[in-house]
């Protein structure tokens, strides 16, 4: 089984955002020396705790503090921007680190309406366009454009030797299906959905034509936190909880808090819900139990890979879940 890293580089209260995207590169370091097969970072605007809008910025950041571990957007959203140059951008990570960057690609805002505002016109518009600017991206980045086309006449260069591996991001069959159609590999996002992926990934392998990925490749996306025991696992794991209960309420929050100041949190009945949900979607455990829920999600769902996405208030304690896993699993 192979394992990857999803980073959304939370920022912790105290910290500062440089300080989170630091701790992004020690975690991209530490992936690659644990055998981790991939590092992603994600995309976000405006969103209180999340220090990267730009992963094309953060990529190149990292890759030049990294020696072989593939590296990618988690995603980049592209109702926001023109296909040609998403693929330019792309092509030039992949021409300075060859063989070593993927572009997973997603549809969501990334951020409130306002931001979303700020960032594109006709986000909507461009949403229901996607399939048509998804296409328009992977002729750009193969260069192999219907020579009768206008955009034939152009090249997202530099074009490089190995070009990037895209992904499709999604939670739902028209993803799936869109993913099997292009070709593309594609990326469940399990901790963000509260659907059984049996059947969406079942479409997806059914459905696959060959394109940009010769034959299906998946993975599967799960929020996980690991300690040396069950309780002071779920007593780390309790900051991010509390945090995604504070965002939920639009709260003004400086970033994940601290242990301390999560058991203090006043939480309502449906607050209280609202967290036993959340922890249902979880991995929280030793390192035995992730191993476990890790193994059954992959043998369940016929996943080539899981991706870990782990939020923690300790940057400690966020690196010392993936060794627990790491040395556990890989």
């Known amino acids: 089984m192979k394992l990857s890293i999803l980073d959304q580089a939370p920022i912790s209260a105290e910290q500062t955002a440089r300080d989170a995207l630091e701790q992004s ?7 690659e020396k644990l055998g981790y097969t991939r590092y992603w970072i994600a995309e976000h605007h405006d969103i209180p705790g999340l220090a990267c809008p730009a992963p094309e910025v953060m990529l190149p950041y990292i890759g030049a503090r990294t020696g072989k571990i593939r590296i990618g ?60 600017s998804l296409k328009d991206l992977l002729h750009f980045i193969n260069d ?59 479409e997806y392998y059914n459905a696959f034509k060959p394109g940009s990925t010769k034959s299906p490749q998946t993975i599967l996306t799960v929020s996980a936190i690991c300690a040396e025991t069950k309780e002071q696992a779920e007593e780390i794991a309790s900051s991010s909880l509390i945090w995604n209960i504070q965002q939920g309420r639009g ?10 100041a999560a058991k203090k949190y006043k939480l309502t009945a449906e607050d209280y819900q609202t967290v036993e949900n959340m922890k249902r979607k979880m991995i929280i455990g030793n390192p035995m139990q992730v191993k476990e829920r890790l193994l059954d999600l992959h043998k369940k769902y016929k996943a080539d890979e899981i991706m870990i996405l782990t939020i923690t208030y300790s940057p400690e304690d966020r690196i010392r879940s993936y060794e ?5 699993t890989l």
């Open 25 to 31: 590169v020690l975690l991209a370091q530490t992936a």
């Open 144 to 202: 192999n454009h219907p020579e009768d086309s206008e955009q034939a006449k152009i090249k997202a260069a530099p074009l490089p030797e190995v070009r990037p591996e895209p992904w499709l991001l999604g939670t739902s069959k028209k993803s799936a299906r869109l993913a099997a159609e292009y070709g593309m590999a594609y990326a469940f996002g399990l901790f963000m959905s509260a659907q059984d992926p049996q059947d969406i990934l079942q």
């Open 251 to 260: 709260e003004g929050i400086s970033g994940v808090p601290s242990i301390e």
């Open 324 to 328: 627990l896993i790491a040395g556990e």
């Open 73 to 132: 957007s988690g995603a980049v959203l592209l109702p926001h921007y023109k296909p040609y140059k998403v693929a330019e951008l792309y092509n030039l990570l992949a021409t300075l680190f060859p063989g070593r960057i993927d572009i997973g690609i997603g549809r969501a805002p990334g951020g409130s309406a306002e931001a979303t505002n700020a960032l594109s016109d006709n986000f909507l518009q461009n949403v229901w366009k996607l399939p048509e």
